[in-house]
C-alpha cells in the first residue's frame, strides 16, 4: 500500500501539472487565470496528491520515496507531454528515461 501510495501521489500530480499546462496555454499566466475555478480544482487535485505523498512518507524512508516519485515524475510527465500536447521525445530524452528508471531500481535493492 505504501508504494502505492507513491504511484498514486505522482498520478496526481501529473494529472495536476498537466491540467494546470493546458489552462496556461490557453490563457496565459496571469492573476485572472491563477484564480479560475478550473485552475483551483487543478491545484485541488495536487493536494490531494499531498495527502498521498505524506501516506508513503510516513511509511516509506524519505530516500526512497522521493527519489521513486522524481523517477514516476519524469515517467509520467514526459508520456503526458507526448500524449497531450504531442511534444517530440528525441534519443537523448528516451535514454534519460531509461537511466531514471534504472537509478530508482538501484536506490531501492536492499
Known amino acids: 500500500m505504501s508504494y502505492l501510495s507513491v504511484v498514486v501521489a505522482q498520478l496526481l500530480y501529473t494529472l495536476s501539472d ?3 499546462k493546458a489552462i496556461m496555454n490557453a490563457s496565459g499566466f496571469s ?3 491563477l ?3 478550473a485552475f483551483l ?3 485541488l487535485v495536487a493536494g490531494i496528491g499531498f495527502l498521498f505523498q505524506m501516506h508513503a512518507l ?3 524512508e524519505l530516500s526512497r520515496t522521493i527519489v521513486f516519485m522524481g ?3 519524469v515517467i509520467f510527465s514526459s508520456a503526458a507531454g507526448v500524449i497531450f500536447f504531442r511534444e517530440q521525445l528525441n534519443v537523448w530524452n528516451v535514454i534519460g528515461l531509461v ?3 534504472t537509478a530508482i ?3 531501492n535493492i536492499k
Open 18 to 20: 498537466t491540467w494546470k
Open 31 to 33: 492573476v485572472a487565470t
Open 35 to 37: 484564480v479560475k475555478p
Open 41 to 43: 480544482l487543478a491545484l
Open 58 to 60: 510516513s511509511k516509506i
Open 71 to 73: 523517477m514516476l515524475a
Open 99 to 101: 537511466l531514471a528508471v
Open 105 to 107: 531500481i538501484l536506490v
